[in-house]
């Protein structure tokens, strides 16, 4: 971590082992149910989260690009509708990074109500728990997981069910935003980089039956929901082990890097079930875009820093 002593970065890493014992594992583990709400007393879990990550950010050398949109989205959601952004996703602070950026342009109260779609890893992982105690979730488990222990997958596939209806609920009352990730996981480094050269990160094709559902729940709930491609630059700040894995407990190797995100135009909603994939394939296109933008912006400042999508 940069621009702070070293002894407030041990104080913060501490911080995280202790809570993460406390609330992550043990008697006293914490049970995330459908939904969570951030739990901002009588400790601030989304505070203390923020104030761990941030120093790791290099702001200085981190870009928004889109903030027009961004200002489109959150106007949205202010007159009672509804926003889904459909982000590419490659650190495990990405929720962290997100907000950090909003705050840069000065959208923090929006920031704060934002709902993020989480997989079982970042509500199961000793370490991960307590960060996302301090952050409004929907829980599911993604699709590239539900199938690796068969004796738990009716249970898995309830929890997924009683998710969507809640998220339905959500929609029907408006001003609900959602971050998700279609791919379903985290980008991953090309292994078969070259040597010496910035490792590529591809970012990973959205899943259209994803798409799809959040795209019915919309259209179901009666009150407009709007489409924002995002896309992120976050891999060197916690890069994620080079395969999926199913297990918990990966190793997490955290760096002072830039970081970047760029919202491009909304996807109108429109087109029925024939017109599924070509909804996909844009807004895939639409994050792969802006995702070569911010990393060609961040390279200007900081050479070889992050991962080139190309």
């Not at 001003?175 to 279609?182: D, E, F, K, N, Q």
């Not at 590529?200 to 009666?222: H, Q, Y």
Request: with cysteine; hydrophobic share 35%; aromatic share 10%.
């Amino acid at each position: 971590m940069s621009g702070e002593p070293p002894e407030a970065t041990a104080e913060k890493v501490v911080s995280a082992v202790k809570f993460g014992f406390e609330y992550g594992a043990g008697p006293n583990k914490y049970t995330f149910g459908v939904t969570h709400d951030a739990i901002r007393e009588p400790f601030d879990f989304y505070k203390w989260g923020m104030e761990f990550w941030n120093p790791t950010i290099d702001q200085e050398n981190s870009v928004v690009l889109g903030k027009e949109n961004l200002e489109t989205a959150f106007k949205q959601i202010s007159d009672g509708e509804n926003v889904v952004f459909l982000a590419n996703h490659q650190s495990e602070a990405d929720a962290q990074v997100f907000t950090n950026m909003l705050e840069k342009e000065g959208f923090s109260d929006e920031a704060a109500h934002l709902r993020y779609v989480a997989g079982h890893k970042v509500t199961t992982d000793t370490l991960a728990v307590p960060f996302s105690m301090g952050r409004n979730l929907l829980c599911i488990h993604s699709k590239k997981h539900i199938d690796s222990d068969p004796d738990t997958k009716s249970a898995k596939q309830r929890q997924n069910l009683q998710t969507m209806s809640a998220m339905l609920r959500m929609f029907r009352s408006g001003g609900t935003s959602i971050w998700v990730a279609p791919s379903g996981g985290r980008d991953r480094r090309d292994v078969n980089s070259s040597p010496g050269a910035p490792p590529s990160i591809p970012i990973a094709p959205f899943d259209s039956k994803t798409v799809d559902m959040f795209r019915l729940l919309g259209n179901k709930s009666k009150v407009p929901t709007h489409f924002y491609p995002l896309a992120m630059v976050s891999y060197e700040l916690c890069p994620p082990p080079d395969r999926t894995e199913a297990a918990v407990g990966e190793e997490r190797n955290v760096r002072y890097t830039p970081v970047g995100i760029m919202v491009l135009p909304e996807i109108p909603n429109s087109g029925g079930l024939e017109g599924r994939h070509a909804f996909t394939e844009h807004a895939f296109k639409e994050t792969q875009m802006g995702y070569d933008k911010c990393v060609k912006e961040i390279q200007k400042m900081v050479p070889f820093r992050c991962g080139d999508g190309e």
